[in-house]
């Protein structure tokens, strides 16, 4: 699973050629989920409300260049990174 981003623990990443919607993997230690990136919310698993808000405000600052990675996992072609929430 390559990864884009982390920040505070918060792990970022994406799966090549990984089904619709476009979204992103989160984990943060034992947490596990999936955010869609147009919606920028939960579609799968849970985080705690801190975790959750952290994602959303990194999201939400970085939406063009997360479909831009998404397109490029589609692509098959090497992620870009990120910048990371400070």
């Known amino acids: 699973m390559p990864e884009v981003s982390r920040f505070f623990g918060i792990l970022i990443a ?3 050629n990984d089904h619709a919607p476009p979204h992103f993997h989160v984990r943060y230690g ?6 869609g990136i147009d ?3 939960l579609l799968e698993g849970a985080l705690s409300p801190r975790v959750l808000g952290l994602v959303v405000e990194w999201a939400a ?3 063009p260049e997360l479909l831009a ?3 490029r ?3 098959q072609e090497p992620l870009q990174p990120i910048d990371p929430l400070e």
Do not use: C, D, T
């Not at 034992?30 to 955010?35: D, G």
């Open 14 to 16: 994406m799966f090549y």
């Open 73 to 75: 996992a589609r692509r």
């Open 61 to 63: 600052l970085h939406k």
């Open 69 to 71: 990675n998404w397109e």
């Open 30 to 35: 034992n947490q596990k989920a999936l955010v």
């Open 39 to 41: 919606s920028i919310a």
